[in-house]
């Protein structure tokens, strides 16, 4: 083998490397916690960290999030009551954010709610 195909050899295996590095990234995953909504706030806080991450999904997976959510405030005549949920989606923590989510330790791309409820697990309290 010469050198010059051994580099094209070594680039290739690097190449693979990192793709399968970020498609491993970027995979789904569930995530359970508190989620928080009112105006200008989307809000997740896991039950198993001390981090608040800003939610964003298209309006159709969002919806019922939001609407329990708007159920449990006019319930108990307060906003931004946590509701538990359990979500598939990815976390991201390295691009950079603006406007609210920026105050936030990363953002949360939804795919699918999975349960939300108004009860909020003991183990999942704040």
Same mark, same amino acid.
């Given at each position: 083998?010469?050198?010059?195909?051994?580099? *094209?050899?070594?680039? %290739?295996?690097?190449?693979? @490397? $990192?793709?399968? +590095?970020?498609?491993?990234? =970027? +995979?789904?995953?569930?995530?359970?916690?508190r989620?928080?909504w009112?105006?200008?706030?989307?809000?997740?806080?896991?039950?198993?960290? $001390?981090k608040?991450? =800003?939610?964003?999904?298209? !309006?159709?997976?969002?919806?019922?999030?939001?609407?329990?959510?708007?159920? $449990? *405030? !006019?319930? /108990?005549?307060?906003?931004? %009551?946590?509701?538990?949920?359990? %979500?598939?989606?990815? %976390?991201?923590?390295?691009? !950079? /954010?603006?406007?609210?989510?920026?105050?936030?330790?990363?953002?949360?791309? @939804?795919?699918?709610?999975?349960?939300?409820?108004?009860?909020?697990?003991?183990?999942?309290?704040?």
């Amino acid at each position: 083998m010469s050198a010059s195909s051994s580099a *094209s050899a070594v680039r %290739l295996t690097i190449a693979i @490397v $990192l793709a399968a +590095a970020a498609s491993t990234a =970027w +995979a789904d995953a569930k995530y359970r916690g508190r989620f928080y909504w009112g105006p200008d706030v989307q809000v997740f806080e896991p039950c198993t960290e $001390l981090k608040a991450y =800003w939610i964003v999904g298209d !309006e159709k997976t969002l919806k019922p999030l939001i609407a329990r959510s708007e159920q $449990l *405030s !006019e319930k /108990r005549g307060k906003v931004h %009551l946590p509701v538990y949920v359990e %979500l598939m989606g990815k %976390l991201d923590t390295k691009s !950079e /954010r603006q406007g609210p989510a920026e105050d936030y330790d990363g953002v949360l791309h @939804v795919r699918k709610v999975l349960r939300a409820s108004a009860s909020v697990p003991k183990r999942c309290h704040e």
